[in-house]
C-alpha cells in the first residue's frame, strides 16, 4: 500500500487545461507540440512524487476547437517518448474505444507498459464528437448508448489479449532449443458483436501484469462501465457535496459489481487558482479569465454540445432551452451544465465564461487550497487528484513550491514513491493473469 493518503495525477495537456492558456505569457505558445515543455512538466511532477501524468484526447477538430487542440500530440507516442525519460511516474493516455482496434491497442500499450517497466495506464474513452466518424471513413458517429456497448467487448478483448501469455511463458532456454511453454500461451477467440479477435497478442505481461484503466464517462452508463472496468476515475469534482456523494455512488456502483470498494480509486479534477494572499488569488483569476473574448467562450461552450453554434442566441437572456442537444456528446458535462444555468438563473454569457474558467473549491492562498484538500480527503469526497492548472506555468510550479510542502508537513502526502509499477503506487494489487489464477484452484 502506498503512503501517501493523497495521490496526484497531472493532467499534461500543452499549455494548460484553460482553452487559451497559449497566450499566457508563462508557457511556450506552441507548448502543446514542445517535447520540452511535455518533459520539463512531467519531471517536476516526478520530482514531486507524483503518481501519474495524464494525456486527454480528442479524434475531430475544426476552426472553432480549443486553439491547442489543432495541433498536439498523439497520447501514446508522447507517453512513449516519456517512458524512458522517467523511472518512477505513472503514463496514462486517452484512446477511444469507439474508433480504434482492440488488437492495436493492446499491442500499443502493452509495449508503453514494458517499456516503462509497468507504468502505463488507459484512459477509456467513447468520443464524445460526431465529426469523429469522418475522420475514421465511418458513415455515422455511434450513439451514446452504443458507444459504450462497442466499448464494452473492445475492453473485454483488450484485456482479454493482454492475458495471452502467463508471466513464465517465455523461458527462453538456448540450451535445449526452447523459446516458449505453449502450454502458456492463450488464444481469446472472441466473437462478439462487434469484434471478432482470436489472439494472442504479440507481446507478454509486464511488471505490473496489465495497464490499468481509467474512465471519465459520467453518465448512467459510463458510471456503470467504470464501476465494472475500472481501476481509476476521472470527475469533474464541483462543490464538496457533489464530489463525496459521486465517490460514495462509484464505489457502491464497485460494489454491486463484484469488486472491493478499495479497487476503484476516484480522482476529481482539481484545478487551483493559488496564490499568497486573497488579493493575489483574485488578480490571477481575472488575468486567467480575461484571456478569453465572449466569442471564444461562445465556441468552447458549444464543443461540449458537439459544436452546437450558441452565436444565434441573446447573449444576455437567460441560457437557452437545448431539449437533447448535448445528449449523444459529452452527456453528462452537458446535462450539468444545463442543471447549474437554470438552477442558479444564469444567462448565456455569464455560463460561457464560467464554463472557460469556473471558480471551483480550490480557489484560495496555498495553505487554504492545501486544507481544502485534506477536507476532500477526510470527508470521502476522493482518493487523489487530477491537477490540471488553467496554466501549466507558474500555477503549476507554485502548487509543487507552496501547496505540497504543506501537506507533507500535514502527514498528507510523500514525496518517495510506494511501488516501481503504477498499480502498485496506486495501492491496486498486481494483475493476476486469468489462466494462471485457473491453474492454481
Ligand atoms: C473529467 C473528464 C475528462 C474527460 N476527458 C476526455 C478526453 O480526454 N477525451 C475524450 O474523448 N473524452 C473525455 N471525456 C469525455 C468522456 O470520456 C465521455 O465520452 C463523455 O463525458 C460522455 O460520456 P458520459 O456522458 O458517460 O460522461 C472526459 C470527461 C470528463 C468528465
Redesign the pocket.
Known amino acids: 500500500m502506498t503512503s501517501k493518503k493523497v495521490q496526484f495525477g497531472v493532467m499534461l495537456h500543452g499549455p494548460g487545461g484553460h482553452m487559451n492558456a497559449w497566450r499566457s505569457a508563462d508557457v511556450p505558445s506552441d507548448a502543446s507540440t514542445n517535447f520540452e515543455h511535455y518533459l520539463s512538466v512531467t519531471k517536476r511532477a516526478e520530482d514531486a512524487g507524483f503518481s501519474f501524468v495524464f494525456v ?3 479524434l475531430y477538430i475544426n476552426e472553432k476547437s480549443i486553439p491547442h487542440f489543432l495541433s498536439r500530440f498523439e497520447p501514446l507516442t508522447i507517453l512513449a517518448a516519456l517512458a524512458p525519460m522517467t523511472s518512477r511516474i505513472g503514463l496514462v493516455g ?1 484512446i ?1 474505444t469507439s474508433y480504434s482496434e482492440p488488437f492495436t491497442i493492446a499491442r500499443q500499450l502493452a509495449s508503453i507498459d514494458k517499456i516503462s517497466g509497468g507504468r502505463a495506464g488507459w ?1 477509456v ?4 464528437l460526431e465529426g469523429s466518424a469522418d475522420n475514421f471513413s465511418k458513415d455515422k458517429h455511434p450513439d ?1 448508448s452504443l458507444r459504450y456497448d462497442i466499448a464494452e467487448e473492445h475492453i473485454e478483448v483488450v484485456q482479454g489479449l493482454w492475458d495471452s501469455w502467463e508471466d513464465d511463458a517465455f523461458v527462453r532456454d538456448a540450451e535445449n532449443n526452447r523459446y516458449f511453454d505453449k502450454e502458456k500461451m492463450h488464444e481469446l477467440n472472441y466473437k462478439g458483436e462487434f469484434f471478432q479477435v482470436k489472439g494472442p497478442l504479440n507481446i507478454d505481461r509486464s511488471e505490473q501484469g496489465q495497464p490499468i484503466i481509467f474512465q ?4 448512467k ?2 458510471s456503470a462501465f467504470a464501476a465494472k472496468h475500472a481501476d481509476a476515475v ?3 469534482g464541483g462543490t464538496l457535496e457533489q464530489a463525496k456523494e459521486a465517490y460514495k455512488d462509484m464505489k457502491q456502483k464497485a460494489v454491486e459489481a463484484g469488486r472491493g470498494a478499495d479497487e476503484i480509486k476516484v480522482f476529481p ?1 482539481l484545478s487551483p487558482i493559488i496564490g499568497k494572499s486573497r488579493e493575489e488569488v483574485r488578480e490571477r483569476y481575472e488575468e486567467i479569465k480575461n484571456l478569453v473574448t465572449v466569442e471564444e467562450a461562445l465556441a468552447y461552450l458549444g464543443r461540449y454540445f458537439d459544436h452546437h453554434d450558441f452565436t444565434q442566441y441573446d447573449l444576455d437572456a437567460p441560457f437557452p432551452e437545448l431539449g437533447d442537444v448535448g445528449k449523444n456528446s ?4 452537458t446535462d450539468e451544465i444545463k442543471r447549474r444555468a437554470k438552477e442558479e438563473n444564469l444567462t448565456l454569457r455569464e455560463t460561457a465564461l464560467q464554463e472557460t474558467t469556473r471558480e471551483t473549491p480550490f480557489m484560495g492562498t496555498y495553505e487554504e487550497v492545501a486544507e481544502t484538500i485534506i477536507t476532500w480527503i477526510d470527508e470521502g469526497a476522493a482518493d487523489g487528484f487530477v491537477l490540471t492548472p488553467h496554466v501549466l506555468g507558474e500555477l503549476y510550479n507554485d502548487f509543487l513550491d507552496e501547496v505540497i510542502p504543506h501537506l507533507v508537513e500535514k502527514g498528507y502526502y510523500d514525496t518517495s514513491y510506494a511501488s516501481d509499477t503504477l498499480r502498485g503506487e496506486l495501492g491496486l494489487k498486481f494483475k493476476e493473469n486469468r489462466y494462471a489464477q485457473k491453474t492454481r484452484v
Request: no cysteine; glycine share 12%.
Open positions: 486527454a484526447d480528442g486517452t477511444s484512459n474513452v467513447t468520443s464524445p451514446h471519465a464517462g459520467a453518465s452508463k459510463g476521472f470527475t469533474n479534477v459529452f452527456q453528462s458535462t
